[in-house]
């Protein structure tokens, strides 16, 4: 469980996607999702995945990328059962599936490889509400750091001997009681920390903050923005005109 957490918390790497621009990185994501969405065929659905792995293989982030999609197959073998009880070609059921990987794995690839800074910088590009941008930024920082709090406090409710595999349903239930309520206390504790730290800093005694760091489009990210395109825009033609 923890090797699965510890891939929704962004990584500095030394690589060149992660030095691009962040709305650059968005875009390509955007490109991505939209190739995934556009998908009729097992052969498009799979150009659209590689799409996805080969920007996380230069990114250098494929490895990480793996551990968010461990859910991911179970959520995406389990639309394929569905598509196929319901009636659905075994064909189509498959495209249905990967097409849902390939749209997380999209999504993926710009959080894994974008800092929160980044994020907010991109969010007030957009002239975007001052609450909402805070509001989406924290959620972003803190529910990694949540899921880690939840994962330390269940090895520690099984050291004291709390059996969490054991029974039915409805017994494991009740038994994630003893680990909701620490996490609560904890993320009610954070919250209030969090609104001190924010009224120590005056948060919202000016209308429009500046700030330390600026978006500057820079020769890398025009060469990355245009070879998105120039590969995006044929790809997304010629499934359009498929369909």
Known sequence: MQWIAQGFIFRHTASPYHQLDPRVKLLIAVELFTLALLVGSLLEVAVALSGVFVIAGVSKILRRMSRTLTYTLIFAGMIFGINLLVGYPLIDSMVIAVRFIAIVGSTSVFFLT?????????????????????????????????????????????????????GNIFSRFRRFIPILIPLIVDAVIRSGELAEAMESRAYGAVKNPTSIYVLCVKRRDTFATVLSITLMVPAIYLFLSVI
């Open 114 to 166: 974008t800092p929160p800074d980044e994020l907010e910088l991109v969010m007030k590009w957009f002239r975007l509400p001052r609450d909402l941008i805070f509001a989406f930024v924290t959620a972003v920082r803190f529910v990694p750091v949540l899921m880690m709090d939840a994962l330390q406090i269940m090895d520690a409710q099984k050291s004291r001997g709390l059996e969490l595999q054991k």
